[in-house]
């Protein structure tokens, strides 16, 4: 397991020999899925019952969308169903692990291929901003995943149309100013390993999935610095003190003093990583308006 996870998270000069590893890691991979199918008889009983009382609203639909047919609809299914929908039911969860590693390797392999001249240190930021629960939830949304999760958690709904009705604001990433619903990530993640498994473990038919639900991929011209990164970098370009002020325990919020003046106030009472990142967007967007955008840029 450990030479697995090394060689999945590596940096990427130990993809060189691709084909090498894809064979390894479809191995690997392979044995694990066994454990999957190991009471797939079972498993697939248990499932049709639930698709003769409780079918997975037009399962066609998503097969539409995502390009490929399923040769055991059961894993559709499952990778639908939420751990809330209810008690004993088989839920995405052990899907969403399978498909997370293999998003993982598919978005490495592809930006390998692409960006031949990038060290890891610029490729790493690269793959999270496309693997990033906001990135997978955004496209959930966009091919209307959300409308087929069975779950038994109104307040899920509620999470889902926020984060629908802000997307407007950060047309492709909003880079941590926005809580996105994880469940909506999950269903994408979820998903992939469904179809990983269905065809039974096909890198390349995984891919043509993935591809068609991550568009528009995320490019190093499209990268944005994290908000924090972001003001810290131009701050000390600036020999600018900065100050954060953690009230978030208290009052959800985060308060950012440039140069003992408060320049940026953030709240996010669900996390505080958005919270923080919010104030020091806010902050960073003060100095433009007071510095000038131009001076700012010049120095960069």
Same mark, same amino acid.
């Given at each position: *397991?450990? +030479? ?10 130990? %993809? =060189?020999?691709? +084909? ?25 009983? #248990? ?30 299914? $499952? ?10 039911? *088989? ?21 390998? +291929? *692409? ?12 793959? @999270? @901003?496309? !693997? ?22 109104? !307040?899920?709904?509620?999470? &889902? $149309? ?24 999950? =269903? =994408?993640? #979820? ?7 269905? #065809? ?6 995984? %891919? ?6 991550? /568009? ?5 011209? *499209?990268?944005?610095?994290?908000? =924090? ?7 000390? /370009? ?22 003992? $003046? ?28 007071? &510095? ?9």
């Amino acid at each position: *397991m450990a +030479s697995w996870l090394e060689s999945l998270f590596s940096p990427v000069k130990y %993809w =060189v020999n691709s +084909s090498q590893r894809l064979q390894t890691f479809g191995y690997i991979l392979s044995n694990y899925v066994k454990g999957i199918k190991a009471d797939e008889k079972e498993t697939k009983d #248990s499932l049709m019952e639930e698709f003769r009382t409780k079918l997975l609203r037009n399962p066609e639909e998503i097969e539409k969308i995502i390009g490929y047919n399923f040769n055991n609809r059961c894993l559709l299914l $499952q990778a639908f169903t939420h751990i809330s929908y209810h008690q004993g039911c *088989m839920s995405y969860e052990r899907l969403e692990y399978v498909g997370d590693s293999v998003l993982n390797l598919l978005i490495t392999k592809e930006q390998f +291929s *692409m960006y031949p001249n990038l060290p890891p240190g610029l490729l790493t930021p690269l793959r @999270a @901003a496309n !693997v990033d629960t906001e990135k997978l939830a955004r496209a959930a949304v966009q091919h209307n995943f959300h409308k087929y999760i069975r779950h038994g958690q109104p !307040v899920l709904r509620k999470r &889902i $149309q926020t984060f629908i009705d802000v997307l407007p604001e950060h047309p492709l990433h909003s880079h941590g100013l926005i809580d996105a619903p994880k469940v909506l990530a999950d =269903v =994408v993640e #979820s998903t992939l390993g469904a179809v990983f498994i269905d #065809s039974d473990c096909s890198i390349d038919t995984t %891919w043509k999935v993935a591809n068609v639900l991550l /568009k528009p991929i995320i490019t190093p011209d *499209m990268l944005q610095a994290n908000p =924090v990164k972001k003001l810290y970098e131009i701050c000390q /370009k600036k020999k600018l003190s900065v100050r954060l002020v953690d009230l978030w325990r208290r009052e959800g919020t985060y308060e950012v003093f440039i140069n003992n $003046q408060l320049r940026g106030t953030g709240k996010c009472r669900e996390k505080k990583e958005i919270a923080l990142n919010r104030a020091a967007n806010n902050a960073y967007n003060e100095l433009v308006r007071t &510095i000038g955008l131009k001076e700012i840029t010049a120095s960069e």
